[in-house]
């Protein structure tokens, strides 16, 4: 028996004419229907939403307004196309049957996961920016342990240099180095040299940068995140962007690739290059590029944008993927249910 599909919704006076028009034609032409409420999931609104009803019969699809002459003609054209196919005994065919029939445990996960991943997004996202605000946390309130193993754990991804990170707990919020020119009476800021006393952190001290990147913090200093300013932005800003996206009912357009290009990779490139290269200090380049520290706001501000709009390009596509999945697990179901 061949298996059709009707996308409706309630109050929809053409999609009852389709489902009487469908009892009419059974006796002639024998199917199984099975009828899926668009309003139950999102992704059906976004597909189907100005087009009820919608007949899926096989490889055709009907859309409204729909005749009872071409829901005839349609599934004899769709009962031709079975028979000819279980004659001519199509292998594809047959598997797709075979799956169609089952609801397996992977359907379920793939079906779950297209529902759910969103929420599995921000709780992971959640998690991996939140760890490194907990260090300090830990590392104040006395439980050394913990927090080492959280700096630890963060130490291969980021390189958690003290004077390019955000600190909890202290006189100041950061420490940047002199050459920011951040610091000094006028801003009333000290430098980190100043605050830790690992001096000599000229880009090509490396044992001094290595002191500064072991260390955490202390009292009076404070203690700092097992991130740098830069990348708790990052992850930061691709949480907010989760939590609005799932807010709004995942309907926010991706962002174009060249604005991602321009905003996103523009200005993080831009800040972060310009520095690195300065700080090499060749001498071809020094008049038109000197040596330069990025801020703490510059860090930040870059960080933000690369993050939010990354999220904003990457999230949208994953969500169209996912819109295709629970579409497909939907109608199995409804065919499945309908069979039963």
């Known amino acids: 028996m061949i298996n059709l599909t009707l996308y409706t919704r309630t109050n929809c006076h053409l999609c009852d004419e389709t489902k009487a028009d469908l009892a009419s034609l059974q006796e002639k032409y024998p199917h199984r229907l099975a009828e899926i409420d668009i309003d139950s999931d999102p992704a059906l609104i976004a597909a189907y939403g100005e087009s009820i009803p919608v007949v899926e019969i096989g490889p055709y699809v009907l859309k409204a307004p729909i005749k009872k002459q071409d829901l005839a003609m349609t599934i004899g054209a ?10 001519v005994g199509d292998e594809r065919y047959q598997k797709g049957v075979q799956r169609g029939a089952t609801f397996s445990s992977s359907d379920k996960f793939s ?8 929420l599995l997004v921000i709780l992971s996202l959640l998690l991996y920016v939140g760890l490194p605000i907990l260090a300090p946390v830990l590392k104040n309130a006395g439980a050394t342990t913990p927090a080492n193993i959280i700096y630890k754990m963060y130490s291969p991804l980021c390189h958690q ?21 951040l610091t000094g009476e006028e801003t009333g800021l000290l430098d980190f040299e100043t605050a830790t006393g690992i001096t000599h952190l000229h880009a090509g001290n490396s044992e001094a940068r290595f002191a500064a990147r072991n260390y ?22 691709m949480l ?7 807010l709004t009912g995942s309907r926010i357009p991706p962002l174009h690739w060249a604005a991602w290009v321009l905003i996103g ?3 993080i490139g831009f800040d ?14 020094a008049e038109i590029l000197p040596y330069r520290e990025s801020t703490p706001f510059l860090r930040t501000f870059t960080g933000f944008l690369f993050g939010f709009s ?15 999945t629970r579409q497909l697990f939907i109608k199995k179901l409804a065919i499945i249910n309908a069979r039963d």
């Not at 240099?161 to 020119?181: H, I, K, N």
């Not at 955490?216 to 991130?227: D, F, I, S």
């Not at 972060?272 to 380049?285: A, C, K, M, T, V």
């Not at 990354?310 to 295709?324: D, H, K």
């Open 161 to 181: 240099f003290g004077f390019r990170s955000f600190f909890l707990f202290g006189d100041q919020p950061y420490y940047p180095l002199s050459e920011t020119g």
């Open 240 to 246: 907010l962007f989760a939590i609005i996206f799932t």
């Open 265 to 267: 990779l523009g200005f």
């Open 111 to 118: 079906y779950w996961l297209s529902r759910r991943y969103m």
């Open 272 to 285: 972060g290059f310009s520095q690195l290269i300065s700080q090499f200090e060749l001498p071809f380049l």
């Open 310 to 324: 990354t999220a904003w390009f990457g999230i949208p596509y994953v969500e169209e993927s996912m819109r295709e």
């Open 216 to 237: 955490q913090g202390e009292e009076g200093v404070g203690y700092k995140m097992a991130l740098c300013e830069r990348d708790i932005a990052i992850y930061a800003a």
């Open 78 to 87: 769709a009962i031709d196309r079975q028979k000819q196919l279980e004659k």
